[in-house]
């Protein structure tokens, strides 16, 4: 069964400082994806960052980066030079069964970001 | 942004009572997706489908029912609401040639 596990209920960052979101997963798949959404306080999911499991180059988008190590399973968020704005719900997911899809998400790690 | 809508925003209904959730689109995607999320354990899958009228189950379908008539279009009925249907629903869309869903505003269910 695909699983994604966040460890880390909340974060604490200064501003200006890089953080590091953990995510682990299991899968028996071959072709997944990872993905990270950030859910503010105002409720809506915003796409992030995807992560394909052939995919050899990290991805980057603006100043997350997605820390792959597919020896581990972990699909690590890092966030470069943190900003207020940044304090949210962090999500990480995984696709499975190619086709439709599906998502399977962890259970969320709330950041906030002290000025 | 993608043209996502969910309606109604807000929601409160009693126990027994028939309920139906419209997600609309203006992306022609072909996938759309109902979830909901509760806290302690994210986003959960409840139905999607994969073009007008073709639908699956997710991982917490049990008394949830969807339909498709146009690609716009994705409808979620909880035929009978109980109080543990109380959350917040969300609907997403995908295109066929991308990985990443996109997520419509939610909708805050209660059901007292």
């Known amino acids: 069964a695909q699983k994604i596990t966040q460890t880390q209920p909340g974060m604490f960052v200064q501003e200006k400082e890089a953080v590091t979101l953990d995510c682990t997963y299991d899968t028996s798949d071959q072709s997944y994806g990872l993905f990270w959404y950030k859910q503010p306080s105002s409720g809506e999911m915003i796409f992030l960052i995807y992560q394909g499991s052939y995919d050899e180059q990290n991805a980057t988008e603006g100043r997350y980066s997605l820390n792959f190590q597919k020896a581990r399973k972990s699909a690590n968020l890092v966030i470069s030079a943190s900003q207020l704005g940044d304090s949210a719900m962090y999500f990480c997911a995984m696709r499975y069964k190619g086709g439709s899809e599906k998502l399977v998400f962890g259970k969320g790690t709330k950041l906030t970001v002290n000025p | 942004d993608a043209g996502i809508t969910q309606s109604p925003r807000h929601k409160v209904t009693e126990t027994g009572t028939p309920v139906t959730l419209r997600c609309h689109q203006t992306e022609n995607h072909r996938y759309m997706y109902w979830y909901r999320q509760d806290p302690g354990h994210g986003l959960r899958l409840i139905h999607y489908s994969y073009g007008v009228k073709d639908t699956d189950k997710g991982e917490v379908s049990d008394g949830y029912s969807v339909s498709r008539s146009k690609t716009e279009d994705f409808l979620l009925t909880l035929e009978s609401a109980t109080s543990s249907q109380t959350s917040v629903y969300f609907c997403?869309?995908?295109?066929?040639?991308?990985?990443?869903?996109?997520f419509g505003p939610g909708t805050r269910l209660t059901v007292t």
């Open positions: 997403a869309i995908r295109d066929s040639l991308d990985h990443e869903q996109y």
